[in-house]
Structures are given as structure tokens and as C-alpha cells.
T-cell receptor, first 114, second 113 residues
Framework: DSGVTQTPKHLITATGQRVTLRCSPR?????VYWYQQSLDQGLQFLIQ???????AKGNILERFSAQQFPDLHSELNLSSLELGDSALYFC?????????????FGAGSRLTVL | DQQVKQNSPSLSVQEGRISILNCDYT??????FLWYKKYPAEGPTFLIS?????DKNEDGRFTVFLNKSAKHLSLHIVPSQPGDSAVYFC????????????FGKGTLLTVNP
């Protein structure tokens, strides 16, 4: 157990729908990162939050949004879902907001869009 | 544009032998490199890292080598064990900014007993 908790583990939904993925970071970690792993792809950085504020943005679609709450958990909202959004979504956390810290990953949420 | 490339999707080795996993990168701004290991149904876990000021870092059975001129790094596992069977991801970052780790597609290592 890495200490990073992601729910749900699996999610099946239809095109056009909206889903919310949730992440609780490791105790004491202030930064949360979201990554997407599509089939046969490496992990693609989506977005980072540090202590409630957006810190960095990667290749995140406009249909996707995220936030980090005062208790430091984070949610990734995916809307108007398309077949191509089917992927593993990983959350990771670190203590700080920058520097060469090691990311601790959760087990991921597998999203299937039918 | 894939900035971190792992050209071997899979690798199979015998238990006790050396496993060598390779990674190439194109972005000369990368200055910190990491290897992550991933088992099925789990998230990636950190294995070993190396800063661009070094050319080698060792941790037990795992050694990472960095060749900056060739923009190439490799992970050596000696001796390989069946429990090492997993997907290995190479990752890189620039300017010490871990939030933009750029990952390769991974190499599936199978260690046969």
C-alpha cells in the first residue's frame, strides 16, 4: 500500500457521460498529480495541484478539470466522455511542490468508455 | 513527439542473469532520470534515480547508467529474480521539476525461473 488512495478502481460508462475520479494523497503530502495511461502509451502528465492551488498543467483536455480541496484530496472530472478517454488514470503525491522529489503513485482508476 | 523512448516493449531473461533495460531521450534539458517498476493492478513504484551530474548510481541489485552525450540511460538488474518480472518505466524531468515527469512507454521484463 503506497498510501495514495484512488477511487473507484474500475468504472464503466457511456460516451457523453461525466465521471469523477477521487484521490487521497499520502499523509503529509501537499502535492497531487494526475497522469493518464492510454493503451500502449506511457504515463501522460495531466495536472498538478499544490496545497489547493493549480501548480502545473500538462496535456489536459478542456473537457477535463481537477481541483484539490482543503483536506488535500483531489478530484479529476472528465466530461463529454469519448471512447478515446478509456485509460488508466493515476494519481501521485509528493511532500513538496517542486524539486526532484519522488512521486508516490496510487493503484489507479481504470475508466472504460463504451 | 516522444521525448523518452523505450524501444524494447519486452525482455525475457533467465533467473540469475543480468537484465538490461534501455531508454533514450531527446530533450537535452532533462537533468534528472528515474526508473519506476509497475506490477499488474498496482501503481508505478519508484526504483532508482540518477542526476545528470552523475554517470552511475547503484542500489543493491539495481544500477542505472547515464550517457549524456548519447542521451541514453540503462537499468541493470543483477542477478535477476522472478519477482523482478514487471513493467519498467523510464522517466525524465527538466530543471528539477518533478511535476513534469515525462515517461517512456515501458518495457515488460519477464524473469524465467
Amino acid at each position: 500500500d503506497s498510501g495514495v488512495t484512488q477511487t473507484p478502481k474500475h468504472l464503466i460508462t457511456a460516451t457523453g457521460q461525466r465521471v469523477t475520479l477521487r484521490c487521497s494523497p499520502r499523509s503529509g503530502d501537499l502535492s497531487v498529480y494526475w497522469y493518464q495511461q492510454s493503451l500502449d502509451q506511457g504515463l501522460q502528465f495531466l495536472i498538478q495541484y499544490y496545497n489547493g492551488e493549480e501548480r502545473a498543467k500538462g496535456n489536459i483536455l478542456e473537457r477535463f478539470s481537477a481541483q484539490q480541496f482543503p483536506d488535500l484530496h483531489s478530484e479529476l472530472n472528465l466530461s463529454s466522455l469519448e471512447l478515446g478517454d478509456s485509460a488508466l488514470y493515476f494519481c501521485a503525491s509528493t511532500r513538496g511542490g517542486s524539486g526532484a522529489n519522488v512521486l508516490t503513485f496510487g493503484a489507479g482508476s481504470r475508466l472504460t468508455v463504451l | 513527439d516522444q521525448q523518452v523512448k523505450q524501444n524494447s516493449p519486452s525482455l525475457s531473461v533467465q533467473e540469475g542473469r543480468i537484465s538490461i533495460l534501455n531508454c533514450d531521450y531527446t530533450n537535452s534539458m532533462f537533468d534528472y532520470f528515474l526508473w519506476y517498476k509497475k506490477y499488474p493492478a498496482e501503481g508505478p513504484t519508484f526504483l532508482i534515480s540518477i542526476s545528470s551530474i552523475k554517470d552511475k548510481n547503484e542500489d543493491g541489485r539495481f544500477t542505472v547508467f547515464l550517457n549524456k552525450s548519447a542521451k541514453h540511460l540503462s537499468l541493470h538488474i543483477v542477478p535477476s529474480q522472478p519477482g523482478d518480472s514487471a513493467v519498467y518505466f523510464c522517466a525524465a524531468s527538466a530543471g528539477g521539476s518533478n511535476y513534469k515527469l515525462t515517461f517512456g512507454k515501458g518495457t515488460l521484463l519477464t524473469v524465467n525461473p
